[in-house]
């Protein structure tokens, strides 16, 4: 008998763009358009994930790499952005009480760039006016006063105590080290000893006691001359600050004056004053020739360092808010760090060498990174999320926390952190940092979820076509003939795997643009036409198909088994896909079933040897369902059937040749051929419908080959799910050869069509009793599970039993 | 009064220059400028090492002590201490002259003297044309001490130490000679010269002033003049401090005068010129 079900016709295997439909000669004619077409919903979060004020409301744009998020989300964000004044200026400077810890000065737009160059002035006049001042007669003259004050003062004392000495007769000499008290004779000569001996007993001892009583008071009164000192140089000091601070005062004002809207900038600048005041010395002029000098210490610019001013980030070029994309988002480039000088093989670090992140330079706009190589980059991930977290920029060493360098390092003032961090990245990056982090809900609340396709409509082709046409302008490449951009519609539909939708993938279409624009121009085009378009998208295949041809050749050489003609119980042609990379196409597998005496179980190799994924095995379980539910239910399932992939070395995943695979089942039980013309592709659930599978196009195509490699014959065909018609977007020779009638593409909704097809005998279909008709196919295979299950019941009664029925 | 200076303005031919130097005071920068001047003049080099001998006789009294300058302390003296200690600073100062004789090529004489520094300088003066002394010089320090703060201004680039020599210029033939014998030191040093004019009248130090310009002229960056108010020797001792003067050359006229400054301490090297 043969099936009463109809090939599909030509027209349903490749929905065509109507060129009426599109009202240009070419893409000249058309005016640009966003490209983030197809795309609302995605634009519709971004718009909202940035105007919406508060904690977390930071967005993650989620989607397959290539649908155009950067590009989209860049383009409204520069709107959004010049409509929003520019962000601080950021400082950092000196902290002089803790120089560890460097203070950080925000700023308005650009003051802090001229904050830098005001300090550097400031710092200049004062380089001039100290030494000036310290140059004035009014200074030499009260540093001499005070020192005359001091060595008078010493001076009276030891005159003092001179005659003191000398109304005993003593004078006070002085020795190589010090001074001493000699008595003297009648003659002003100091007394040698054997004068000294001549005196009597009572003079000696007189003199001595009054040698000894001087000695102690000298010593006290040298006692006293470092506290004299002391005195000395304090009044000196005082002096001294007074003069700096007269100096200074006049420039220091000027500074306060200008920045006294920013009372954190007056602080420092009277830091600065006290620091200048204090440490007046430094601003003399050091000789190149000290040892300080030779360390890299002492030197002028070393030592004025302190005052300068780093300007961490500066906005004075700028009238809008930052749009920032960090293209190397690792820990420092996105939090900041300080830098280390290497000094006489020490490092050393100061607040001039903090650099900024790219958290800094966006601080007060957005923020676009990507996902993938944030994730990528150590630490990176945790230190953006802490600093969202805390609102708050804190540089960190990651050396001196993990304790690669001992050396000191600086604890900056943390930054208040206003930014809108942008994440772009495939969507299993979006699940996956959803459930398994659970920091990441809280901080990237708004998802911009892009599409992977656009409904195709006679509105939306015209559209299409504007943004292949901006495209080309945007890419700076030849206009599109009205016929290319036909191709490209339909092209696109297929690169969509559905004749009902258009691909918004959008670096796929510029790259086919491109390579279309090339061909054009070897060709010497002027506009890009449709055999530039269909060359393109030949030469793409071309370059990436050198596996599929291979694959075909060991079909065709008769290495890999796969029959286009006759029939065969319990085999049939499945249909995989392979995808390499960005290409995919199709193979067909040879399955086979066998079937024996069992306890109901389908063994389906591919999982016992671990070659076949989870969904393989499912679909597999399900066969064993549909059987048990199907046939014979009052009886045990008492066979026991063994299914494969014939010549498969590697894993086999998904369930779309459950539907071959339970056709091959049931001509094993029926012992009913199945003709080898045919391949199918299609799931089956336990009622026996047939549903619907990915891949659709290129499994045709790659039965299609392997057929037309051996002859076609005008009966091979396949069998896809009918739900998969819309789908279809066939190539042009399989559609012509259809067209032909040399090929047949059916679409079945049930097992019992695609056994009809199949094996040329009807299914059957059980009656008011729940029998099937004889002649049918499905009665035969409930015959054999009847007769398995009677085999099974007599072995389960011993051996005997045989005998007894017999 | 006469404005006209006559003569060649140069120091005279002289056989010998001496040094009178002792234990107690840093003779090294004293030493250089002398044997420049004796290798310019191409003339000998004579020094005096005096041993103290008051020191000597009180280091030998049972309760002779020093109290140090600088840590206060106390120290038991005696004479053999004190006897190497006078020797190992002779032996000091005469191998510094001879490496700068050898250096500059000079006929040198070296002579250690005991007696009183004060009484074996004037006795030596009287005799010489040119007598160099060392800083300090008198029995007994004059009670001053160094300085003990650096002020920033001392390293200020316009005030650090410029080598100055100075010279006490009284429009008298013995001034007329020390400004002569200063200008040559200072050109055979290449230090700068300041010149005192000590003069009681206005109108006296602008015509000193002006031969002063006269003898200078040839050399007139580095030399400076700055007028004395006052003709007391505190004065002087104030300029040559401020002015961080490296060394006072002078004329003496008499016994008294030199046994005056002998007493004085001008806080630098002394040149005496006869």
Known sequence: MKSELKPLSPDALYTVCNPNELPFKTTTDLEDIDITLGQQRACDAVQFGLHIKGNGYNLFALGPAGTGKFSTIQQIIRQIAAERPPAFDWCYVNNFARPYQPI???????QGTQFREDMEHLIDDVSAAIPAAFESEEYRTRAEELEEELHQRQSDALTALQNEARNHHIEMLKTPAGFAFAPMNKKNEVLDPEQFNQLSEDERKEIKNNVEKLHDKLKKLLGQFP???????????????????????PLVEILKNRYQHLPEVIDYIAAVQNDIIEYVHDFQVQSDESPLFLLGKGSREQVLQRYKVNLLVGNSEHDTAPVIHENIPSYGNLIGRCEYQAQMGALVTDFTLIKPGALHKANGGYLLLEARKVLQQPYAWESLKRTLEAGKIRIESLERTFGLISTASLEPEPIPLDVKVILIGERFLYYLLDQFDPDFPALFKVAADFEDTMDRSRENNLLYARMIGSLARQENLKPLEKKAVVRLIEHSSRLASDSEKLTTHVRSMTDLLREADHWASQSGHPDITVDDVQQAIDKQIYRVDRVRE?????????????????????????????????????????????????????????????????????????????????????????????????????????????????CALLSALAHVPIRQSFAITGSVNQHGQ???IGGVNEKIEGFFDICNAFGLTGKQGVLIPQRNVKHLMLRHDVVKAVEEDKFHIYSVETVNQTLELLTGMPAGEKDDKGAFPVDSLNYLVEKQLLEFAALRRRYAHGPDSKKLDS | MNTEITGTHEFGPISRIIIAVDALHESLNVLELAAKLAAKKHIEMSVLFIEDVNLINYSGLPFAREVDLVSAADRQLDMLQMMRTLQSQAQKTFRLLERLASQLKIDYSFKILRGDYATEVQSVAMKTDVLFLSKRVGRYSSMRLERSYRFTRSTMPSVKMQNILCVVYDGS????????????LAIATDRNLLILLQSSRNESADVFRKQVAEITKDEENR??????????????????????????????SDEGQLAGMLLQDPGCPLVLVQ
């Open chain 1, 104 to 110: 950080a000065l925000k700023f308005p737009a650009g």
């Open chain 1, 227 to 249: 506290i004299w000192r002391k005195e000395m140089v304090e009044k000196v000091r005082t002096f001294e600050r007074e003069i700096a601070q007269s100096a200074i005062s």
């Open chain 1, 550 to 662: 291979r694959i075909n050749e060991e079909i065709r050489r008769g290495t890999i088994l796969i029959d286009t003609e006759g029939e065969v119980v319990g085999q049939v042609n499945g249909l995989s896909v392979i995808q390499l990379g960005n290409f995919s196409f199709g193979k067909p597998s040879r399955i086979t079933a066998t079937m024996r005496l069992g306890e109901g179980e389908v063994v389906d190799i591919e999982r016992e040897t671990e070659l076949g994924g989870a969904i393989h095995s499912k679909g597999v379980l399900i066969l064993s369902s549909f059987l048990s539910s199907n046939y014979s239910r009052d009886e045990p399932l008492s066979m026991t059937a063994s299914i494969v992939f014939e010549q498969s070395y590697a894993g086999v995943e998904g369930d779309s040749a459950s539907l071959a695979e339970l």
């Open chain 1, 690 to 692: 047939v549903q619907p």
């Open chain 2, 173 to 184: 033939p013995g001034s007329l000679r020390a400004l002569a014998l200063a200008k040559e």
């Open chain 2, 223 to 252: 030399v400076r003049c700055v007028a004395l108010s006052e003709r007391d020797s505190s004065s002087l001792a104030r300029v040559l401090k401020r002015e961080k003067c490296e060394m006072l050359i002078v004329h003496k």
